[in-house]
Structure formats: C-alpha cells, structure tokens
C-alpha cells in the first residue's frame, strides 16, 4: 500500500490543525483535534495574566478578619452573609457569597467567590470544659486550680473566692495529703468545713475549709471577649479508707456559649455592611 500522503490530504490534516478562540466574555479556549473530525475543548484561562473573575474559598478563625474581607471583597448587590448556628452543637459558622444570587437585571450569579469564618475554642476554655465533672484526687485538683489560677474571676463583691483565696485553699491540700477524712459540716459562711486526721496517727487532728461554689472568666473563642462562669466544687469521702475525691462542675457554659455566639452575630450584622441570613448556601 502507498504510505505517500496525496495533496488533499495532506491540506485536509493542514485544516484539523489546534486552535485558539478568543471571546469577549469568556476565557479563550483551545480547539485540540482527535481525529475523526472531533476536538477537545480546553480553557485558556490559566494562561492569562490575571482571571477573568473572582473565585475561591478563603477560610478565616478571627472575626475582625472575616470582617475586614467581607468589607473588601463584598458589595450591596451581590453578597448574602449566610449564619449556620446550632447551640445544642456548640456550632456557629458563617459563610459570605461575594457572588451570590441578585434581584437586578444580573440574576444568576455562579456563588463561588466566599469567605467562611469558623471560630475556635480557646485553650483554656478546653481545659475547664474537659475537667468539668471529672473526679480527681486532692492533689492532683490542687495542681489544676494552681496551674488555672490566672482564671479565677471571684472577688469580694461577688461573695465568691478570689485567685489569692484560692491559692490558699491549694496551699492546704497540698500540706494534708496524708490524712484520712471524717465528717464534713456547712458552714453559715458558705463553706465546707472537713475534720481529719493523721494517716497513721489519730491523736494529731485538723480542720480544712473548703469553698462550695467558685467563679472563672475565660475566653470561649480565641480572639474573643471573656465571660463569666461559675462552678460548684464537689467532693466525696470514702467512709472506708477516708480518701477524699473532688470534682467542678460549670454552671450552665451552654448558655454562655450561647452569649457569646450571640455577640458574634451581632458584631457581623452591625459591621459587615452586607445582608445576614441564617441559613447555609449550597
């Protein structure tokens, strides 16, 4: 057979040649042939020196920041900020559109230029919120509350301890470590009082005055305000061997994380400058 290609082949192969079409509206495409009078489309765009639009997710945790790009980025007429908040969940995430859906003569809009911001937990809110309800030996509570005491919030007024207070309750627990517990007896003052005795002697006995009830103020977010939490102290003494565990337990930190969301909320409808909905975009 003939290898040899004829004339008019060889100008029909010149015709199926790769090309590249410019558009006023679009990026250029490329026109690759394969073969049996088909072509493969391919965008241009990342040839160019710049997109033709704005696109992409930018993931942001601090809420000046999720502001100050919804500000620079978002408009009236084409960005929705979208609230999806679950209070049960401990969830609170916002999602702005810079090219969402408009009521103009525009319309469509291809909703994928965003901003997301998800805030994070604090540490120290972790560290409350994880020992909350956990038993611990008196010791090891007395190294937590030492190792925490910058975020004791009680004072005077509040009839609630103060972090030097505290400290000194930690000093004691740290001396009576070998004793064994007997009765305990509430105090008129609000306190706990505990009768001890020796770990080997029950002629050397003492007291321990406990407080029932204590205050934090921690972060629930980072970057965020500080709030107020209080705190029951718990304790139970083995009748048998007259060990003692104690245990905290946060007052209602549902609702003040709740408070807290609420604020955010506020702060990024009174300064986005953009429509809020609640809701998540799809």
């Known amino acids: 057979m003939d290898q040899k290609l004829t ?72 960005t929705n900020i979208y609230l999806d908040v679950d209070y049960a969940q401990s969830r609170i995430q916002a999602t702005a559109v810079f090219n969402d859906h408009t009521d103009n003569a525009v319309g469509a809009g291809w909703r994928d230029h965003r901003a997301t911001y998800l805030p994070r937990f604090s540490e120290e809110w972790h560290r409350w919120i994880n020992t909350s309800g956990k038993q611990m030996a008196q010791v090891e509570l007395a190294h ?12 005077s007024e509040s009839k609630l301890p103060s972090g030097s ?14 004793v064994k517990y007997g009765s305990a007896v509430n105090l008129q003052n609000g306190m706990v009082q505990f009768e001890f005795v020796e770990d080997g002697d029950s002629n050397t006995k003492g007291k321990l005055d406990m407080f029932r009830e204590f205050a934090i103020g921690v972060r629930p977010f980072q970057h965020g305000d500080a709030y107020q939490v209080k705190a029951f102290l718990r304790y139970r003494i083995d009748r048998n061997t007259g060990e003692i565990k104690f245990w905290f337990e946060l007052q ?30 799809e």
């Open 165 to 178: 207070e505290v400290l000194t309750f930690v000093s004691k627990l740290e001396e009576t470590r070998k």
């Open 252 to 281: 209602r930190a549902d609702k003040v994380l709740e408070d807290a969301c609420k604020e955010m909320i506020e702060t990024i409808k009174s300064s986005a400058g953009v429509p809020v909905l609640f809701g998540t975009p």
């Open 144 to 155: 937590f509350l030492e190792r925490n005491i910058a975020d004791i919030a009680g004072n």
């Open 7 to 78: 004339e008019a082949e060889a100008i029909a192969q010149l015709v199926v040649s790769p090309s590249v079409e410019f558009y006023d509206d679009m990026p250029p495409l490329a026109f690759v042939p394969e073969g049996n009078g088909k072509y493969e489309m391919h965008s241009m765009e990342q040839h160019l020196f710049s997109p033709r639009r704005k696109k992409g997710t930018v993931k942001l945790h601090e809420l000046a920041s999720f502001i100050d790009v919804v500000k620079k980025q978002g408009s009236l007429t084409s």
